[in-house]
């Protein structure tokens, strides 16, 4: 499916006052906490303009879900028809202590219902927030995850950080025996999540390890290593998914590798069935890149029937392995029943779990407002480049103009005339959002736009947040801006990313968004084609076993299933694709 074509798409052109868009919005009771933008009288007005108006919205809203985005660009914002037509408008009381009652609030507030009632509304700005910021989703969260997802949150709330359960199953870490007397309702069991890699990577192994745990009834922790409580907001409702600071071997977290007593590979290496009668009370999974056969093994089914009864699991990962976990037989009903669009898998659980920190919805929001608001369009470019060389490398610029030009995602330059006048229509106003650790390619794209004009007319404005130089793991406000980057890509109607790059890959399942990707340049020479769109927006998995669990043997994972390939930006990788857009291929 194309989703600038698909017809689910009610994409339309932004208000050209975005702080108009939060009236209507406010004026529509959902956003109490932003009705002081506008005065009584004003908000009186609003008010009797949209109930004046509510059957012309819902008959022409009726008319539009039928109709191509193409054909009704220029109307009104969709994201306030929808609310209308959904009955949405009933407003959420909001009582003195700033909570409010989320018992009317609308569906898309909540994201399809991803996102569970009754959080406290101003100690996480962006979870009810990001709806001004982001189009309605096309692609909706299927009733099952949603009941998923409430379970899991119980089952949270009665095994997270310091509750009855959660002390009881760490005794049997503190005196590493085998589980002897603990009442089975109590017990819980857990992934234990250590900080590890960079930002990208973080948000994509985090939504894994969920998966995962949704799979096995297992609750995540997360280590929060340096920074990531000032990065996101708590995902589940009551409490904490931040690993406690003292979790008993929270210490031996650096010290653990493939040659632990305590890895799983190793076990396997030294005794075969070791798991089975000694039944330890923990486990740490090695899933970083570097593991080897026996770490590897965490994959098939046989080896996860004995995982299950280790309370603890604690996992280090720099890879999405979502891909792989779509190949085991144990997990394939449910995960069909979950995601019967293969492709949402991170699309949903990343918008599920993470929600920018206040501070840094601040940095996200000012810079939107500043820069992309207005726009008729955003275009977000990517750069990531893992060659060394001045900025910017002169193959990479070609590439990215190429791309650009040749899938007319921006206008080419006049270089003969000094001023252009519109051909045809009306010129737009487009923002370039250029996202790299140096400066040189927004400046270089910045300069053409100025110094000459554009053969339609249209008028581009470049931007870039922040270029720190090189990647730095675990700085904080490098951290915190690498983090709004990423979001603010996300927001862009179209996007533009580097090969191998897990920043891009977080953008475009936020966004929803099918990228061109930059394929990546070998020998310093711009590729041709310079990009290709992909085949969804699901994350690369860059490090996948090939081994065919049953017969014992190397295998091609990338050709056993439709929905599971090798990606567009690494022959090795595996990815989530949705197989009726692939069943030529089959
Ligand atoms: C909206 O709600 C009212 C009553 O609450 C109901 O009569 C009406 O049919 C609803 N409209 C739609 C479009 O669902
Ligand atoms: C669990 O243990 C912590 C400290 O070890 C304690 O503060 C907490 O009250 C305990 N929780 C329950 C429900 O007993
Ligand atoms: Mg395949």
Same mark, same amino acid.
């Given at each position: 499916?194309?989703?600038?074509?698909?017809?689910?798409?009610?994409?339309?052109?932004p208000?050209?006052?975005?702080?108009?868009?939060?009236?209507?919005?406010?004026a529509?009771?959902?956003?109490?906490?932003?009705?002081r933008?506008i005065?009584?009288?004003n908000l009186?007005?609003?008010?009797?303009?949209?109930?004046?108006?509510?059957?012309?919205?819902?008959t022409?809203?009726?008319?539009?879900?039928?109709?191509?985005?193409?054909?009704i660009?220029?109307?009104?914002?969709?994201?306030?028809?929808?609310?209308?037509?959904?009955?949405?408008?009933s407003s959420?009381s909001?009582?003195?202590?700033g909570?409010s009652?989320?018992?009317?609030?609308?569906?898309?507030?909540?994201q399809?219902?991803?996102?569970?009632?009754?959080?406290?509304?101003?100690?996480?700005?962006?979870?009810?927030q990001s709806?001004l910021?982001? @189009? *309605?989703s096309?692609?909706? +969260? $299927?009733?099952?995850? #949603?009941?998923?997802?409430?379970? &899991?949150e119980?089952l949270? %709330?009665?095994?997270?950080p310091?509750?009855k359960?959660?002390n009881?199953?760490l005794e049997q870490?503190?005196?590493?025996s085998?589980?002897t007397?603990?009442?089975?309702?109590?017990?819980c069991k857990?992934?234990?999540w250590?900080?590890y890699s960079?930002?990208?990577n973080?948000?994509?192994?985090?939504s894994?390890?969920?998966?995962?745990?949704?799979?096995?009834?297992r609750v995540?922790?997360?280590?929060?290593?340096?920074?990531?409580?000032?990065?996101f907001?708590e995902?589940f409702?009551?409490?904490s998914?931040?690993l406690?600071?003292?979790?008993?071997?929270k210490d031996?977290?650096?010290?653990?590798?493939?040659k632990s007593p305590?890895?799983y590979?190793?076990?396997?290496?030294?005794?075969?069935? @070791? *798991?089975?009668?000694?039944s +330890? $009370?923990?486990?740490y #999974?090695?899933?970083?890149?570097? &593991?080897?056969?026996?770490? %590897?093994?965490?994959?098939?089914?046989?080896?996860?029937?004995?995982?299950?009864?280790v309370?603890?699991?604690?996992?280090?990962?720099?890879?999405?392995?979502?891909?792989?976990?779509?190949l085991?037989?144990?997990f394939?009903?449910?995960?069909?029943?979950?995601?019967?669009?293969?492709?949402?898998?991170?699309?949903?659980?990343?918008?599920?779990l993470f929600?920018?920190?206040?501070h840094?919805w601040?940095?996200?929001?000012?810079?939107?407002?500043?820069?992309?608001?207005?726009?008729d369009?955003?275009?977000?470019?990517?750069?990531r480049?893992?060659e060394?060389?001045?900025?910017?490398?002169?193959h990479?610029?070609?590439?990215?103009?190429?791309?650009?030009?040749?899938?007319?995602?921006?206008?080419?330059?006049?270089?003969?005339?000094?001023i252009?006048?519109?051909s045809?229509g009306?010129?737009?106003?487009?923002?370039v959002?250029?996202t790299?650790l140096?400066?040189g390619?927004s400046?270089?794209v910045?300069?053409?736009?100025?110094?000459?004009?554009?053969?339609?007319?249209d008028t581009i404005?470049v931007?870039?947040?922040?270029?720190?130089?090189?990647?730095?793991?675990?700085?904080?406000l490098?951290?915190?801006?690498?983090w709004?980057?990423?979001?603010l890509?996300s927001?862009?109607?179209?996007?533009?990313t580097?090969?191998w790059s897990?920043?891009?890959?977080?953008?475009?399942?936020?966004?929803?968004?099918?990228?061109?990707?930059?394929?990546?340049p070998?020998?310093?020479?711009?590729?041709?084609?310079?990009?290709g769109?992909?085949?969804?927006?699901?994350?690369?998995?860059?490090?996948?076993?090939?081994?065919?669990c049953?017969?014992?043997?190397?295998?091609?994972?990338?050709?056993?299933v439709?929905?599971v390939?090798?990606?567009?930006?690494?022959?090795?990788?595996?990815?989530?694709?949705?197989?009726?857009?692939?069943?030529?291929?089959l």
């Open positions: 499916m194309d989703l600038r074509e698909s017809n689910s798409r009610r994409r339309l052109s208000q050209p006052n975005p702080a108009g868009r939060n009236k209507l919005v406010s529509a009771g959902v956003a109490p906490s932003k009705s933008l005065s009584p009288m009186t007005k609003i008010l009797a303009a949209l109930l004046v108006s509510l059957p012309v919205l819902v022409l809203s009726l008319v539009l879900r039928n109709t191509s985005p193409d054909r660009k220029g109307f009104a914002d969709a994201r306030i028809i929808e609310r209308l037509v959904k009955n949405d408008t959420s909001s009582s003195e202590d909570f009652d989320h018992t009317h609030m609308p569906k898309d507030k909540l399809d219902g991803l996102i569970a009632p009754g959080f406290d509304e101003a100690s996480c700005l962006s979870r009810y709806n910021y982001r @189009k *309605i096309p692609q909706k +969260p $299927s009733s099952h995850l #949603l009941s998923r997802l409430r379970s &899991y119980d949270h %709330k009665k095994c997270g310091h509750t359960s959660y009881k199953t870490l503190k005196s590493s085998p589980s007397g603990v009442d089975s309702s109590e017990e857990y992934v234990v250590i900080s960079g930002l990208g973080k948000i994509l192994t985090i894994s390890a969920f998966l995962y745990a949704l799979l096995t009834n995540l922790l997360v280590d929060p290593g340096k920074d990531m409580a000032d990065l907001c995902p409702p009551e409490n998914w931040l406690p600071d003292d979790f008993p071997v031996r977290f650096d010290a653990f590798d493939q305590h890895c590979g190793n076990i396997l290496k030294s005794e075969n069935n @070791k *798991i089975a009668t000694t +330890p $009370s923990f486990l #999974l090695h899933l970083a890149h570097d &593991y080897d056969e026996q770490d %590897k093994l965490f994959f098939c089914d046989d080896e996860q029937s004995l995982i299950e009864k309370p603890w699991l604690i996992m280090r990962t720099d890879n999405y392995f979502v891909p792989s976990l779509f085991m037989p144990s394939e009903q449910e995960l069909e029943k979950l995601f019967p669009e293969k492709e949402t898998v991170f699309h949903h659980l990343g918008r599920y929600h920018p920190s206040n840094v601040g940095l996200i929001t000012r810079y939107y407002q500043a820069y992309l608001a207005k726009a369009e955003r275009i977000g470019i990517q750069v480049t893992f060394a060389g001045p900025s910017p490398l002169r990479v610029m070609n590439q990215i103009y190429a791309c650009a030009f040749r899938e007319k995602l921006l206008p080419r330059v006049e270089r003969k005339k000094p252009v006048t519109s045809a009306m010129p737009k106003l487009k923002s959002l250029i790299s140096t400066s390619y400046e270089d910045r300069n053409m736009y100025w110094e000459h004009p554009t053969v339609n007319g404005g931007f870039q947040p922040s270029h720190e130089g090189h990647q730095q793991t675990d700085k904080n490098h951290d915190q801006k690498a709004a980057e990423m979001y890509l927001l862009c109607d179209v996007l533009v580097s090969a897990t920043f891009g890959y977080v953008a475009q399942g936020l966004g929803g968004l099918k990228p061109w990707i930059l394929y990546k070998e020998n310093q020479k711009t590729p041709d084609p310079p990009c769109q992909v085949m969804s927006m699901e994350p690369c998995f860059h490090a996948p076993p090939f081994y065919d049953k017969a014992k043997k190397g295998v091609d994972t990338g050709a056993l439709p929905h390939r090798h990606c567009e930006d690494m022959s090795w990788g595996l990815k989530l694709v949705d197989s009726h857009e692939s069943h030529d291929q």
